[in-house]
């Protein structure tokens, strides 16, 4: 059995545990970083961000040719090879492997292949192809999530999935039934939706998409059944029954009960910690009632051993856990390293996209906070119509006494890469009018910003 010594040992090389790996090598430290899986990347480029965006943009992609007749685009029966979708989105991740591979070996991290598990706070040891010990003077558990199993759906990977089964079905369902309407259970309806797929989303909340503004949520709700999936909010889901060809699912919607069936049932309910085998007693890292590892700033229950990303409490958001890589390799480095959780966005990739960050109107009220908010439609915006993309709103909540933003929230196509500019004024403590007078290229959809900022002391230009 080999021994080496680091500086820093990295347990996971998902987007937190590589991320911090390069950054802290960038910092001249010796680095490992440990992966139990054959392949770099973690949930989110193996089975998570990155297969859901291919397979959403190639579904995207048809949904709008078979709707182009508008535009004039004849085509006759349209027609999806499953087979090459899923070899494209295959590539896709295949690509993106090799450029972190690329990356950590030109930083000169060891990459060190196995499953990870403390024999003290000062040694783990490595299973994989070779067995080997590591010692490091700081280590970090970036262990990541895994899909959360309700008692009763039990992941079979066919009639009962999870999304690391349904982003990589080999044929068209006829039917699915969607437990959840997160981010999870909206991307992937739509996905399978747009093949054909008759999709039923039950929600145990009022809302979909809970968390964004209750507008934007309602809107979403009103978009998306236009796109042909039916949703059953407030609905509990209370027994399945598995039979040969359906699974019928039992629920409970304001004391009525009710029953669906489908072909596949896709359970996206949340994520939960993964720390399996890593043996956090014998290193005295300590657990929360939640399975999370607990941190106060990113240090665990043991002085030398530092926790982020999925594994921890917060959004379980891959940006989120690269701001806590990079943080806790400037730590370990001498540097003040720090993420600001009150600025993380979060996105959606629907059609249209569903954008939030900071906190919603509701979020602020309950606060105590006295709001102004602007608006403004996509029905008003110039390339909106071009574009046929006028299902949509932004929203900007700012501080009504010092007209700092606080949050917004937009839903529109390209909402992804809109929010980006509003993070960056509420970065540096901008307020609506500094986005207001900011100038916007014409036509874009992000004009709707400037409107929303606009409307925020009510002078809009395009508003009616
Ligand atoms: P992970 O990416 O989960 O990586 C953890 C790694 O640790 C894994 O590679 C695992 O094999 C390894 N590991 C675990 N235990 C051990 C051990 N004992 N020894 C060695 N290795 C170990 N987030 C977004 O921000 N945008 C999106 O669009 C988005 N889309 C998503 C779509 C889907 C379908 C899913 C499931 C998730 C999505 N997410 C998205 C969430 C995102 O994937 C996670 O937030 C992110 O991957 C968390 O990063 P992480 O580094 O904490 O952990
Ligand atoms: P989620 O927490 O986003 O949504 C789960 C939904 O399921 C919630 O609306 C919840 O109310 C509902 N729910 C829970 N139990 C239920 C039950 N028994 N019956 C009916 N509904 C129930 O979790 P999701 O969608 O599984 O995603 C997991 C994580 O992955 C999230 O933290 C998310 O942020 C991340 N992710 C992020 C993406 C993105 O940024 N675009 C895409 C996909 C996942």
Redesign the pocket.
């Known amino acids: 059995m080999s021994e080496s010594t680091f500086d820093i040992a990295i347990?996971?090389?998902?987007?937190?545990?590589y991320v911090c790996a390069i950054r802290a090598a960038q910092l001249g430290l010796k680095v490992a970083l440990?992966?139990?899986?054959p392949y770099l990347?973690?949930?989110?480029l193996?089975?998570?961000?990155i297969?859901?965006?291919a397979l959403l943009h190639s579904t995207e992609l048809y949904h709008a040719i078979e709707h182009g007749e508008a535009h004039g685009i004849e085509t006759g029966q349209l027609k999806m090879d499953i087979e090459r979708l899923m070899k494209r989105k295959t590539q896709v991740v295949e690509q993106l492997r090799k450029g972190v591979e690329a990356l950590i070996s030109k930083r000169k991290v060891e990459h060190i292949q196995?499953?990870?598990?403390f024999k003290d706070a000062q040694t783990v040891s490595?299973k994989g192809d070779k067995n080997s010990e590591v010692k490091a003077k700081n280590y970090v558990i970036?262990?990541?999530?895994v899909?959360v199993e309700l008692p009763f759906l039990k992941f079979d990977g066919k009639q009962i999935v999870s999304?690391?089964h349904a982003?990589a079905f080999d044929s068209i369902p006829k039917s699915m039934l969607v437990v959840g309407a997160g981010?999870?259970g909206l991307?992937?309806s739509s996905v399978w939706a747009r093949l054909g797929t008759q999709v039923t989303v039950v929600e145990f909340l009022p809302n979909i998409a809970a968390g964004s503004d209750d507008d934007i949520s309602k809107l979403a709700e009103r978009i998306f059944k236009k796109q042909g999936i039916k949703f059953s909010t407030a609905t509990k889901v209370t027994s399945a029954e598995q039979k040969e060809d359906e699974v019928i699912l039992k629920a409970e919607r304001k004391g009525k009960e009710l029953s669906f069936s489908a072909e596949k049932v896709l359970v996206a309910v949340g994520?939960k910690p993964?720390?399996?085998?890593?043996a956090l007693d014998k290193a005295g890292v300590e657990t929360d009632d939640k399975g999370r590892i607990k941190v106060k700033k990113l240090k665990t229950s043991a002085d030398n051993i530092w926790a982020?990303?999925?594994?921890i409490e917060g959004p379980?958001?891959?940006?989120?856990?690269e701001e806590d890589?990079v943080a806790v390799a400037e730590m370990i480095a001498g540097k003040p390293g720090h993420v600001d959780y009150s600025k993380v966005p979060g996105?959606i990739?629907t059609h249209p996209e569903v954008a939030s960050v900071g906190l919603t109107e509701k979020a602020a009220k309950n606060q105590g906070i006295e709001v102004k908010v602007g608006q403004f439609n996509l029905r008003a915006n110039g390339r909106a119509i071009a574009q046929d993309a006028t299902d949509g709103v932004a929203k900007i909540i700012a501080d009504a006494k010092t007209d700092r933003i606080l949050g917004a929230a937009i839903i529109a196509a390209g909402a992804s890469e809109m929010i980006a500019s509003i993070v960056a004024h509420m970065e540096y403590g901008g307020s609506a009018e500094d986005i207001a007078r900011t100038i916007h290229a014409h036509p874009t959809i992000s004009e709707s910003i400037k409107e929303a900022a606009m409307d925020v002391s009510k002078s809009a230009i395009h508003a009616l």
Not at 34 to 37: F, H, L, S, V
Not at 41 to 44: A, L, N, R, S
Not at 114 to 117: E, F, L, Q, Y
Not at 316 to 321: D, I, P, R, S
């Open positions: 347990i996971g090389s998902g987007p937190g545990g440990i992966e139990k899986d990347g973690g949930t989110c193996n089975v998570g961000c297969p859901s965006k196995g499953w990870a598990s490595v970036a262990t990541g999530s899909p999304s690391d982003i981010a999870i991307e992937l994520r993964f720390t399996d085998k890593l982020i990303g999925d594994v379980m958001l891959a940006h989120k856990a890589g996105v990739y």
